[in-house]
């Protein structure tokens, strides 16, 4: 019975993750813009002026997405999706497998339903361990999402997620694999939360209320609520994590970040607490069609895998 939720949560976040990649390859862009000029090896700040350089000018998200399409081409809207499919295999897998096992668990008999703070502290807890299984595929992913930003001389040219993971491992340790992991965690517990808590505790209010049925209505408005949610929620996470994610460390030479709270210093210092919501509109516009396309395959895949086991 718990072995079901794994089998669809993991349906449900490929197909949805796989539908959504190039926003999410936008989003990863606009949250690292700013970051080359700023603290590049070559223009790292040394001096408390060089704090005040006027901000490089920031593209919007379809500005942006022409403009990877017109120097890379479209297919680079999909650039890294094989990590996104890997990601959400042992990421989205894990972590809705055990708030289905959480919920079952936890709901009471009676009334059907699960008090909305034993749904917080599944979600926190499921995306928590689900975050620390995939945390490679996300390093993958970020790297080869950023990585056509970055002139011809330095990018790194992943041919696969695997390519990805290989190379980081020999050239940066095994260890940097979970760079960022802590991020990642956090950013995972706030979204697996938000997103799920949020479904199911609007989707029950809606059927208890009579608002509207248990069905496809009923699922797209819960799961769009959801989706807000959690970008709202998670964006500023996320800034910080792309960026210590992305950062390539080298020999000898002294790392962009000393870490998340580093990161969130810098970052702050030299762009603004606005910047920790660089890239929100294509999270949400990402955040919100991804939730609701996983929600509404959920679903789906449930009653599939119900009419299917009810003929057996």
């Not at 000018?57 to 942006?64: D, E, H, M, T, Y």
């Not at 479904?199 to 769009?224: C, N, P, R």
Request: proline letters at 4%; charged letters at 20%.
């Amino acid at each position: 019975m718990g072995f079901n939720g794994f089998v669809e949560g993991g349906i449900a976040s490929v197909v949805a993750g796989c539908s959504t990649h190039p926003l999410d390859l936008i989003k990863v862009r606009m949250q690292l813009q700013g970051e080359t000029t700023t603290f590049s090896h070559h223009l790292r700040p040394t001096t408390a002026n060089s704090l005040h350089l006027s901000p490089p000018s920031r593209v919007g998200p379809i500005s942006l997405a022409l403009r990877i399409v017109n120097s890379e081409g479209l297919p680079a809207l999909f650039y890294g999706v094989s990590a996104t499919v890997l990601r959400q295999s042992l990421y989205s897998t894990t972590s809705m497998g055990l708030y289905d096992l959480f919920k079952q668990r936890w709901t009471d008999p009676e009334t059907k339903t699960m008090p909305l703070t034993k749904k917080i502290a599944a979600g926190l807890i499921a995306g928590g361990i689900g975050a620390a299984v995939g945390n490679p595929a996300d390093v993958a992913m970020v790297r080869i999402q950023a990585d056509g930003r970055l002139p011809q001389a330095q990018r790194r040219n992943y041919k696969s997620v695997f390519d990805a993971i290989t190379q980081i491992s020999k050239q940066e340790g095994v260890a940097s694999l979970w760079r960022g992991s802590s991020l990642t965690v956090n950013r995972a517990m706030i979204v697996t939360t938000s997103q799920l808590a949020t479904y199911d505790q609007i989707k029950e209010a809606i059927i208890q209320k009579g608002v509207m049925e248990d069905g496809i209505w009923t699922h797209l408005a819960a799961s769009f609520a959801a989706g807000v949610v959690a970008a709202i929620a998670s964006n500023p996470v996320d800034v910080i994590k792309t960026r210590v994610m992305n950062m390539k460390v080298e020999a000898g030479r002294l790392p962009l970040y000393n870490g998340a709270v580093d990161c969130l210093m810098k970052t702050v210092r030299r762009e603004g607490f606005r910047a920790l919501y660089k890239g929100f509109l294509p999270t949400v516009s990402r955040q919100g069609p991804f939730t609701v396309v996983l929600f509404v395959t959920l679903e789906q895949v449930r009653k599939l895998l119900k009419e299917f086991r009810s003929i057996d």
